[in-house]
Protein backbone atom coordinates (compact mmCIF):
# COMPACT_ATOMS: atom_id res chain seq x y z
CA UNK A 1 0.00 0.00 0.00
CA UNK A 2 2.54 2.34 0.77
CA UNK A 3 5.15 1.47 -1.71
CA UNK A 4 2.12 2.26 -4.67
CA UNK A 5 1.06 5.99 -2.93
CA UNK A 6 3.55 8.62 -1.53
CA UNK A 7 1.18 10.56 0.29
CA UNK A 8 3.40 12.95 1.79
CA UNK A 9 5.91 12.98 -0.99
CA UNK A 10 8.41 12.64 1.40
CA UNK A 11 10.50 9.83 -0.33
CA UNK A 12 10.83 11.95 -3.07
CA UNK A 13 11.92 15.52 -1.09
CA UNK A 14 14.27 13.75 0.76
CA UNK A 15 15.76 12.16 -2.11
CA UNK A 16 16.34 15.85 -3.89
CA UNK A 17 17.43 17.40 -0.93
CA UNK A 18 20.10 14.60 -0.12
CA UNK A 19 22.99 16.36 -1.83
CA UNK A 20 21.97 20.03 -0.15
CA UNK A 21 21.55 18.76 3.37
CA UNK A 22 24.38 16.52 4.27
CA UNK A 23 23.74 14.17 7.67
CA UNK A 24 26.42 16.13 9.11
CA UNK A 25 24.44 19.16 8.78
CA UNK A 26 21.64 17.88 10.60
CA UNK A 27 24.41 16.21 13.13
CA UNK A 28 25.35 19.71 13.72
CA UNK A 29 22.60 21.52 13.87
CA UNK A 30 20.93 18.76 16.44
CA UNK A 31 23.69 18.86 18.81
CA UNK A 32 23.48 22.64 18.73
CA UNK A 33 19.89 22.41 19.96
CA UNK A 34 20.39 19.74 22.52
CA UNK A 35 23.18 21.61 23.97
CA UNK A 36 21.23 25.10 23.95
CA UNK A 37 18.61 23.00 25.48
CA UNK A 38 20.24 21.59 27.93
CA UNK A 39 21.79 24.77 29.13
CA UNK A 40 19.10 26.62 29.52
CA UNK A 41 17.43 24.46 31.73
CA UNK A 42 19.91 23.55 33.64
CA UNK A 43 19.14 24.66 36.96
CA UNK A 44 15.19 24.47 36.47
CA UNK A 45 13.55 23.10 38.81
CA UNK A 46 12.20 19.38 38.54
CA UNK A 47 9.20 18.99 36.71
CA UNK A 48 6.26 18.12 38.82
CA UNK A 49 4.53 14.65 37.05
CA UNK A 50 0.50 14.36 37.90
CA UNK A 51 -0.71 11.04 37.63
CA UNK A 52 -3.86 10.28 35.38
CA UNK A 53 -5.82 7.51 35.86
CA UNK A 54 -7.01 6.38 32.97
CA UNK A 55 -8.86 3.84 31.49
CA UNK A 56 -6.80 1.42 29.51
CA UNK A 57 -7.74 0.44 25.74
CA UNK A 58 -9.62 -2.81 25.88
CA UNK A 59 -10.13 -3.41 22.12
CA UNK A 60 -9.51 -1.25 18.56
CA UNK A 61 -11.88 -1.14 16.15
CA UNK A 62 -11.11 -2.06 12.39
CA UNK A 63 -10.56 0.37 9.93
CA UNK A 64 -10.65 0.68 6.44
CA UNK A 65 -8.03 1.54 4.02
CA UNK A 66 -9.73 4.45 3.15
CA UNK A 67 -10.07 5.66 7.00
CA UNK A 68 -6.16 5.14 6.74
CA UNK A 69 -5.04 7.37 3.63
CA UNK A 70 -7.73 10.05 4.84
CA UNK A 71 -5.74 10.23 8.63
CA UNK A 72 -2.20 10.16 6.65
CA UNK A 73 -3.44 12.95 4.36
CA UNK A 74 -4.63 15.15 7.20
CA UNK A 75 -1.48 14.67 8.93
CA UNK A 76 0.46 15.59 5.95
CA UNK A 77 -1.16 18.56 5.41
CA UNK A 78 -0.24 19.27 8.54
CA UNK A 79 3.14 19.69 8.34
CA UNK A 80 5.41 22.42 7.52
CA UNK A 81 7.45 22.15 4.49
CA UNK A 82 10.89 20.58 5.04
CA UNK A 83 13.21 23.24 5.61
CA UNK A 84 11.74 24.99 8.24
Not at 36 to 47: D, F, G, V
Request: charged share 25%.
Amino acid sequence: MYSEQDTCSYKNTQQSSAAAHPATDFADIFRSKVGKIRSETANAPSPVIIECHCERLSALDDVTADEIMRLVGKACSMQPPHGL
